[in-house]
């Protein structure tokens, strides 16, 4: 059964440092999420994206944060400069139809900032 | 007042049980509802949703929604050890927005 992936499983980075987060949605998949979850919290939306554009976006995907496309099969997450409190798991997740229901999550990535 | 309130537990119930896991929230513009697995460091697993009010069944598992009350539920039947995990549920408005707003998970534990 198709997946989504996740890499890496574990990544570790000082404050200040830039992040890039990788995700391989399955591949029929058109529209793409990240979402995060602090330990011991909600998992919360950031963005969902859809056709090499941000089709929506919370609160908390500020200027610090972006994604990409960059090829036929990767998503990415970048964090510009990490902040002690981007320490999460950050979940991929991604659909055919771009509905609510559906989403299709990966194994996540725990980020550590030190 | 939290958008999404759930009962974090854990809920212990003995092999075989029926196991009841519900929740609240406060939008009332949320049409629909997800129902997710989640095993210690992995990601959600979606189990089943629903759209709008009324029920759903697949295998063990039933989901109900009452929109009047603003509560819905998952209920396992049979319960097994291998349904030890973490439940949250996720709702979205019907207002072609994506973003699922999630409860914070109840810990289930099925003892053998």
């Known amino acids: 059964e198709p997946e989504v992936t996740q890499t890496p499983s574990h990544q570790v980075t000082q404050m200040g440092q830039e992040v890039i987060l990788r995700c391989v949605p399955i591949s029929n998949h058109l529209y793409f999420y990240w979402y995060r979850q602090i330990l011991g919290q909600k998992v919360e939306f950031l963005v969902s994206?859809?056709?090499?554009?941000?089709?929506?976006k919370s609160e908390i995907f500020d200027d610090q944060f972006s994604v990409e496309r960059p090829d036929g099969s990767n998503f990415t997450l970048k964090i510009r400069s990490t902040k002690l409190e981007d320490s999460a798991m950050y979940f991929c997740?991604?659909?055919?139809?771009?509905?609510?229901?559906?989403?299709?999550f990966g194994p996540g990535t725990r980020l550590t900032v030190t | 007042q939290k958008e999404v309130e759930q009962d974090p537990g854990p809920l212990s119930v003995p092999e075989g049980a029926i196991v009841s896991l519900n929740c609240t929230y406060s939008n009332s513009a949320f049409q629909y509802f997800m129902w997710y697995r989640q095993y210690s460091r992995k990601g959600p697993e979606l189990l089943m949703y629903t759209y709008s009010s009324g029920n759903k069944e697949d295998g063990r598992f039933t989901a109900q929604v009452d929109k009047s009350s603003k509560y819905i539920s998952l209920f396992i039947r049979d319960s097994q050890p291998s349904d030890s995990a973490t439940y949250l549920c996720a709702m979205s408005a019907d207002t072609g927005r994506r973003a699922l707003t999630f409860g914070s998970g109840t810990r289930l534990q099925v003892q053998p």
């Open positions: 997740a991604s659909n055919i139809r771009g509905t609510a229901y559906e989403q299709y």
């Open positions: 994206f859809y056709n090499n554009e941000i089709s929506e």
